[in-house]
């Protein structure tokens, strides 16, 4: 859902890549697991900042990715609340797609440089892949009705792409 008066700044505060094998440079299935969790920090009136971590691993074990950082979302107190609900086909908060289109960016550069498969781009908003949406488990931290966790498996073919090579 995009909510037009509502702006998020994101800032990446962690961001790792590890490359865990050499392999994968075939055209195998990958799977990726996703874990994601987003935590509310602060609330004041017409912004709202929000901690999140994700962690992405391939299966077969080639590349791992975590990044971590903060999200300030500052508008109408009501466009912030709607943007914190919760997608009701994809279980995930919105506010999470522009965080992840964020994140996407400095993973696929990491993704570049460790000469690994990079994550799919859309990979938390599986029906515009044609994933099924079962696919995808949101789980609610016991006690905190502001930190929500998501996991998701997906498989994608390994394309080739832009290369990054040392002499």
Known sequence: MYV????????ITRLLGVRLDVKGSGAETINFDVKAKLEERERKSQMVVVGFSLFLATKPSIVKFEVEGVATLTGKDVEINKM???????KVPYVFQRVYQYAFTAMYLLSTILSAPP????????QRRGVPVEDINVDVEAGAPDVVTVQAETEEEETSGVSVSSK
């Open 4 to 11: 037009p008066n509502v702006s998020v700044k994101v800032e």
């Open 84 to 90: 914190l609900e919760v997608d009701p086909e994809t």
């Open 119 to 126: 994550p799919p781009q859309d990979l938390l908003f599986p």
